[in-house]
């Protein structure tokens, strides 16, 4: 039967939801739309990234990292650092240092802070879990120049456990996502993520479609 | 003849040989430090081989920013001290 009559609005509410629903890519998760922030914790499809480990036909769907409130801690050391220069100027040893070395002390301290400053943003930013449409990743920079790549098929996925404990982990909603698999690596661990309920629903919502495409003789 | 008063710490006696030697040391540090400044630079290059979601370029600025203030502190305990 033809339409007799289609309203815009209905079209544009259509619209509107398709825009909130992230649908770019097979996978659609009803969740989030994209996040357009790369040093969010919380990355949901995100714009132009490139994974060395994943395949050219891999979509990432969520980049994950510790949640920010893990940097307060080192947050406040550096803030200390920048500031103790200020109060340590007065202190002996330092002030009966001739004025040259004190400013060579200053700018060495500084130094160091930056320095430290740098690897501590480094380690947030780069240690990061990685979920697509087809594997689960898990990226840590152990050390300067030493890196660990674990990674499991969606379908060797046995068992998602979400951990959310204590105060501020409640209030600010980031957890533990401990995925059990099938695979070498049996345990794979998302540390300090946050929404890490939503996590397990888009790990779910996958493994749901990894079947779905065996099941059609799709499965890559 | 070093006058040691935990209260009131006086460098002023020291032989100049004293200062020299802490120079040396100090000069040492810093090149030491600058083969530390370039590891940075090594590693920022390798993590971002490994990942790239678009702040990379910042990262990359701040450690060559880096870099460049450990020379620049390498120079100045040089000249200044």
Same mark, same amino acid.
């Given at each position: 039967?033809?339409?007799?009559?289609?309203?815009?609005?209905?079209?544009?509410?259509?619209?509107?939801?398709?825009?909130?629903?992230g649908t770019r890519g097979k996978a659609k998760h009803?969740?989030?739309?994209?996040?357009?922030?790369?040093?969010?914790?919380?990355?949901?499809y995100?714009?132009?990234v490139k994974f060395i480990a994943a395949d050219s036909k891999e979509r990432i769907i969520l980049v994950?990292?510790?949640?920010?409130?893990?940097?307060?801690?080192? #947050?406040?050391?550096?803030?200390?650092?920048?500031?103790?220069?200020?109060?340590?100027?007065?202190?002996?040893?330092?002030?009966?240092?001739?004025?040259?070395?004190?400013?060579?002390?200053?700018?060495?301290?500084?130094?160091?802070?930056?320095?430290?400053?740098? @690897?501590?943003?480094? #380690?947030?930013?780069?240690?990061?879990?990685i979920i697509t449409d087809e594997r689960i990743f898990d990226?840590?920079?152990?050390?300067?120049?030493?890196?660990?790549i674990t990674d499991a098929n969606i379908d060797q996925i046995q068992?998602?456990?979400?951990?959310?404990?204590?105060?501020?982990?409640?209030?600010?909603?980031?957890?533990?996502?401990?995925i059990?698999t099938a695979s070498e690596v049996?345990?794979i @661990?998302?540390?300090?993520?946050?929404?890490?309920?939503?996590?397990?629903?888009i790990i779910r919502e996958l493994r749901i479609e990894e079947e779905q495409e065996k099941l059609e003789g799709r499965a890559r | 003849?070093?006058?040691?008063?935990?209260?009131?710490?006086? %460098?002023?006696?020291?032989?100049? *040989?004293?200062?020299?030697?802490?120079?040396?040391?100090?000069?040492?540090? $810093? $090149?030491? &430090?600058?083969? %530390?400044? /370039?590891?940075?630079?090594?590693? *920022?290059? &390798?993590? *971002?081989?490994?990942?790239?979601? /678009?702040?990379?370029?910042?990262?990359?600025?701040?450690?060559? $920013?880096?870099?460049?203030?450990? $020379? /620049?502190?390498?120079?100045?305990?040089?000249?200044?001290?």
């Open positions: 039967m033809v339409d007799i009559f289609v309203s815009g609005k209905t079209n544009l509410k259509k619209k509107k939801k398709e825009q909130k629903v009803k969740i989030y739309k994209n996040t357009h922030n790369p040093i969010a914790a919380f990355n949901y995100p714009d132009h994950l990292r510790r949640h920010p409130i893990t940097n307060i801690r080192w #947050g406040v050391v550096a803030l200390f650092m920048l500031l103790a220069p200020f109060f340590l100027s007065f202190v002996e040893p330092v002030a009966a240092l001739p004025t040259n070395f004190q400013l060579i002390a200053f700018l060495i301290w500084y130094m160091i802070t930056l320095a430290f400053i740098i @690897e501590e943003f480094l #380690g947030w930013y780069f240690n990061v879990n990226v840590d920079f152990v050390n300067l120049i030493y890196r660990e068992d998602v456990t979400v951990q959310v404990g204590g105060v501020l982990r409640t209030m600010f909603n980031y957890g533990d996502v401990v059990q049996p345990r @661990e998302f540390l300090a993520v946050p929404r890490p309920d939503d996590i397990a629903r | 003849m070093i006058d040691v008063d935990f209260g009131n710490i006086d %460098f002023s006696g020291l032989d100049p *040989t004293f200062w020299m030697a802490a120079k040396v040391m100090v000069i040492i540090g $810093l $090149l030491v &430090y600058l083969v %530390f400044a /370039g590891v940075i630079i090594r590693q *920022t290059k &390798y993590m *971002t081989d490994t990942l790239e979601i /678009g702040f990379e370029g910042v990262i990359k600025v701040f450690a060559w $920013l880096h870099m460049l203030f450990a $020379l /620049g502190t390498f120079v100045a305990a040089f000249v200044i001290l």
